[in-house]
């Protein structure tokens, strides 16, 4: 929000200097992002007129001219500019002046008498760019025909007045007007409120244009009028002109202008039609599919109907009988445009519904002043009182007569009342309050309230949208009390150390061990794409999990696995060139879960457990001398997962999963004491999905359910044994669609009483004809460890418990000894 001191200081004007004022706004809020002067710093320069302009004889392009500059004698100064001409009155820079510098930390440009192509020069006249107040340098600048000739130009055109530029958040749409802002400053000085004021126009007919508003939902407030006989050519007021340059806003033409005017002035933007070129009755509706509207900047747009889901996805508009005439609250259309030629208005003034203007100016790429009001928020109670208020500017610059104010009601927001406990004020601000000082800050803010006991109920005003909850009161006690009264004091907390959980495994250590096996984190969004959900979930339609406002299309959907995150980070690695790619991440994934119950952290009908992801890619080992190059496998991820995951035990089995390679691919298992229990699964990506990611091989892929791996148990001391361990191999001969895990699933089955562990050391399969097993068989060797506690086994003992793990294996594997 940028406005002139000037013009604020009209309706409020604190006893405070400029710096003073701008320190103010900042510590209650309203931060001062920017503050200066309308024209930088220069000397004599003062108000001249030109008496005569005579062709210089050496230059074509060069006038002489004879100056008055009210110091009793002519000055005669060369100047080029094509608008130099007897009779205008324009700036005048004397002997010794000093101009702002061309370009930013340049010096000053000091005027001396000189001489241009022989004529004698007596100081320069000046174009508006030169002191400081434009891009414009075609020509002097001309001034009104009754300035004083001989005043500084500083004074006469009050270039001293100050430029505040107000960062506002997005909360305080009450401030996007200079009413806004007076107010403000009124509740944080204490000064007085003068607000502007105007005669009501008077009617001088009863036409009413109908207007028809089909949905509430859009628009809560319409008002508007007719006014004939207006002359659109009428000169814009310079006092007008002045603020809304000082405003940032160019001047156009009056009825615009005005119109500019009072949006800047009372926050409650407005439009005006040429009413001739209206068609029969004026409808308030949402767009139709395939409508056309040419908009004031030229832009040519094509407007949508709503989706199938019945949701808009366009803005409303503003149409007479032959289709739209404007972007409701946002931009008004070419075709029924105030021009030259405009005899007779219809000026509207509307409380469009912020739900309704949201985001639809973006869908155009463009933003209006409008728009960014509208969509924050415009008080619905103001809407009659600037249409009356911007009637009045234009009878009064361009004439006519207004017609009755046609205001019609439709769905204004309901107001409801807040409480705020003296208690938790002092809680959260941090400072001793008392009922005199709320009240206070509530009475200059305006608040209507009554208090009871040590809390305070509230009504909001209808222009503070951002007044809903107690903590909005809150803030506004804090503001008005001044943040720079706050004192600093750090917060003062008995702090308590927690035990660390022993049966559980933390986090960050299971991120290092993934680091310690060479795998570098990832931290992705929770969204992805719908089509790479489907094609690694293999889920339906229905079950997918959909953003309701997605900030891009990649980001539509709620994941439900890890993995689409984490192949998007390896394309990326290999589209710049990398060869090896070890990632994991841990992170949250999103399904749909109907036995989940609303409970704290959680959300009912969803479950969103803690998963750890992960894919490696490329060499087994770095590229080095020592050993052969090889592409990465299964067995080399299974290996990092052992070795991430001790002490815990784990056992895969081939499985199917539909972004896995179908005869790659395992389950995870957990071993316990009560069996086995499914935490995840390991494999390479399917081969469809490697051409879909147009990946050169096939990364391996694992995930893990976080919360299952990382509970350890409690550890169970033992003593070390007095007697030695007794070690014995079993070599088996079984099929080869036998997994070496059914074999030691049968040994351990058997629950012999002295064996400790047994583990897989070596698999043979013959060449075709050369042993005595056939084709279709393989030969597994197991190292079985048995330990007595009590004594030293003796081989009767040794013999009969490797006699019964033959005999499991025997029976329910059809397996036999080599």
């Not at 005579?54 to 002519?74: I, N, S, W």
């Not at 009264?485 to 003062?492: A, K, L, R, S």
């Not at 096939?698 to 044994?721: C, K, M, N």
Request: glycine letters at 8%; proline letters at 5%; aromatic letters at 6%.
């Amino acid at each position: 929000m940028q406005f002139s001191e000037s013009w604020l200081r009209q309706y409020v004007n604190p006893s405070l200097d400029s710096d003073a004022l701008g320190h103010a706004m900042t510590m209650a809020g309203l931060e001062v992002e920017e503050q200066h002067s309308v024209a930088p710093v220069f000397t004599k320069i003062v108000i001249a007129q030109i008496l005569s302009a005579e062709q210089h004889p050496d230059a074509d392009r060069l006038r002489v001219c004879k100056v008055d500059a009210g110091t009793g004698q002519e000055l005669q100064i060369v100047c080029g500019a094509p608008n130099a001409r007897a009779g205008i009155k324009i700036p005048s820079a004397m002997v010794g002046a000093e101009l702002p510098p061309a370009e930013v930390g340049g010096k000053p440009f000091m005027i001396k008498v000189g001489k241009l192509r022989g004529v004698e020069s007596q100081g320069m006249l000046c174009s508006g760019r030169e002191l400081g107040l434009g891009d414009d340098h075609e020509g002097i600048l001309e001034l009104p025909a009754d300035a004083p000739i001989g005043k500084d130009i500083r004074e006469y055109l009050d270039l001293d007045d100050q430029i505040f530029v107000i960062k506002l958040t997005p909360n305080k749409a009450d401030c996007l007007s200079l009413m806004g802002i007076a107010r403000e400053v009124s509740a944080i000085t204490g000064a007085a409120l003068c607000a502007p004021k105007w005669n009501v126009p008077a009617v001088s007919f009863d036409e009413k244009r109908k207007v028809i508003v089909e949905n509430k939902e859009l628009c809560g407030r319409f008002a508007g009028r007719v006014i004939r006989g207006v002359n659109p050519q009428a000169k814009t007021p310079d006092w007008i002109v002045q603020r809304l340059v000082r405003a940032g806003q160019r001047s156009i033409s009056a009825l615009v202008d005005l119109s500019n005017y009072v949006m800047l002035e009372m926050g409650q933007p407005t439009h005006v039609f040429d009413i001739d070129k209206l068609n029969g009755d004026i409808t308030v509706r949402w767009a139709k599919a395939g409508e056309i509207l040419e908009l004031l900047n030229g832009q040519t747009v094509t407007l949508q109907g709503p989706d199938s889901a019945g949701k808009m996805q366009d803005a409303g508009v503003v149409a007479d009988q032959s289709g739209p005439v404007a972007l409701a609250g946002i931009m008004g259309g070419n075709h029924c445009a105030v021009s030259d030629v405009t005899k007779n208005i219809y000026v509207e003034a509307a409380y469009w519904l912020p739900s309704a203007i949201q985001g639809r100016a973006r869908r155009f790429n463009f933003s209006t002043d409008a728009a960014h009001r509208f969509e924050r928020g415009v008080d619905p109670q103001n809407t009659v009182n600037c249409l009356e208020y911007l009637s009045s500017l234009i009878l009064e610059v361009c004439g006519g007569q207004a017609g009755p104010v046609d205001d019609q009601v439709l769905n204004l927001p309901e107001r409801k009342a807040v409480k705020m406990r003296l208690a938790r004020a002092q809680k959260v601000i941090g400072i001793p309050l008392t009922n005199t000082i709320v009240g206070d800050v509530f009475q200059r803010l305006g608040f209507d309230f009554k208090q009871d006991s040590d809390a305070f109920v509230v009504m909001p005003p209808s222009y503070r949208f951002d007044i809903e909850i107690e903590e909005d009161l809150i803030e506004e006690v804090a503001r008005m009390y001044g943040f720079e009264n706050i004192p600093d004091i750090p917060p003062v907390a008995s702090l308590k150390m927690s035990a660390k959980a022993e049966a559980k495994r933390g986090i960050h250590l299971l991120r290092q061990r993934f680091a310690l096996q060479g795998y570098q984190e990832a931290v992705n969004f929770g969204f992805t794409d719908l089509e790479s959900e489907k094609r690694l979930t293999g889920v339906a339609q229905k079950d997918v999990i959909a953003v309701l406002n997605p900030i891009a299309s990649q980001y539509g959907v709620m994941r439900s696995t890890l993995w689409g995150g984490l192949l998007n980070n390896l394309k990326a690695n290999l589209n710049r060139g990398a060869g090896r790619v070890r990632l994991f991440e841990a992170g949250r994934v999103f399904m749909r879960d109907s036995s989940v119950q609303e409970e704290p952290g959680k959300v009912a009908g969803f479950n969103q457990p803690q998963k750890v992801g992960g894919l490696a890619y490329g060499s087994f080992v770095p590229e080095q001398w020592a050993s052969a190059n090889r592409v990465v496998d299964f067995f080399d991820v299974k290996g990092d997962l052992e070795r991430a995951l001790d002490p815990l035990q784990f056992v895969t089995e081939a499985g199917q999963h539909p972004a896995l390679h179908p005869g790659r691919s395992a389950q995870i298992f957990l071993k316990t004491i009560s069996g086995k229990t499914v935490v995840g699964w390991i494999g390479e990506l399917h081969p469809g999905l490697q051409q879909s990611y147009e990946l050169p091989q096939a990364p391996v892929l694992f995930e893990l359910d976080l919360d299952l791996i990382r509970d350890l148990g409690l550890p169970q001391p033992e003593e070390l044994s007095k007697f030695p361990a007794v070690q014995r191999d079993l070599a088996l001969v079984v099929k080869q669609n036998v997994s070496a895990q059914s074999l030691l699933d049968a040994m351990a089955a058997s629950k012999q009483k002295f064996v400790r562990t047994i583990e897989l050391f070596d698999e043979f399969k013959p060449k075709s004809g050369s042993s005595s097993m056939a084709d279709d068989e393989k030969s597994l060797a197991f190292r079985v460890t048995l330990l007595n506690t009590q004594e030293t086994l003796q081989d009767p003992q040794i013999d009969a418990v490797m006699a019964a793990l033959l005999d499991a294996v025997e029976k329910k594997c059809a397996a036999r000894l080599r």
